[in-house]
């Protein structure tokens, strides 16, 4: 019995390091993201930037049913103590599933799932970027040059014409 609540633990503290870990991953890229649009000036095509929409709002969703699934497990673990409680106070004879836990798994699968179809949409951007580069549709982006009025003026100014010097 010890072994299969040891089992039990670890397998609950590996759900939740997967959320967690799920969390984070997601914020910081949505955070990335952002700061990355506002710093960059991207030329997004019609196409990439609905691809950037998924991939953001997929990430964001996956944030949501991650916090989702965290609100349900403590919720099914309370109610899981509450029966453990019931059952051993022979208040009750039976042992069944908290209804939380439908949700827990339900919110797990969809954090899982939207986590993954972000990380692909941005992937998926990221070579049709890389592939407007390269095809030539757009070109590399690289910093604009600014010319000193001296310069532009001696650039416009007439070449001199070479004089014949005096005979000697």
Same mark, same amino acid.
């Given at each position: 019995?010890?072994?299969?609540?040891?089992?039990?633990?670890?397998?609950?503290?590996?759900?939740?390091?997967?959320?967690?870990?799920?969390?984070?991953?997601?914020?910081?890229?949505?955070?990335?993201?952002?700061?990355?649009?506002?710093?960059?000036?991207?030329?997004?095509?019609?196409?990439?930037?609905?691809?950037?929409?998924?991939?953001?709002?997929? /990430?964001?969703?996956?944030? *949501? #049913?991650? &916090? +989702?699934?965290?609100?349900?497990?403590?919720?099914?673990? $309370?109610?899981?103590?509450?029966?453990?409680?019931?059952?051993?106070?022979?208040?009750?004879?039976?042992?069944?599933?908290?209804?939380?836990?439908?949700?827990?798994?339900?919110?797990?699968?969809?954090? /899982?799932?939207?986590?993954? *179809? #972000?990380? &692909? +949409?941005?992937?998926?951007?990221?070579?049709?970027?890389? $592939?407007?580069?390269?095809?030539?549709?757009?070109?590399?982006?690289?910093?604009?040059?600014?010319?000193?009025?001296?310069?532009?003026?001696?650039?416009?100014?007439?070449?001199?014409?070479?004089?014949?010097?005096?005979?000697?």
């Amino acid at each position: 019995m010890a072994e299969r609540t040891a089992l039990i633990t670890a397998g609950r503290e590996s759900e939740d390091n997967l959320i967690k870990t799920i969390i984070q991953l997601a914020s910081a890229l949505v955070a990335l993201m952002a700061g990355f649009i506002t710093q960059k000036q991207l030329d997004f095509s019609i196409q990439g930037f609905l691809i950037f929409s998924v991939s953001i709002s997929f /990430f964001v969703i996956s944030i *949501i #049913a991650a &916090l +989702t699934e965290q609100f349900f497990s403590a919720q099914a673990y $309370r109610q899981q103590l509450k029966l453990l409680e019931d059952y051993y106070g022979k208040v009750t004879d039976s042992f069944s599933e908290p209804a939380a836990n439908k949700w827990v798994r339900k919110a797990k699968v969809t954090a /899982f799932a939207c986590f993954l *179809i #972000a990380i &692909l +949409t941005l992937a998926i951007l990221a070579v049709l970027q890389a $592939r407007g580069v390269n095809d030539g549709k757009r070109p590399p982006a690289t910093p604009t040059t600014t010319t000193t009025p001296t310069a532009a003026t001696a650039a416009t100014a007439p070449a001199p014409t070479p004089t014949s010097s005096p005979a000697r």
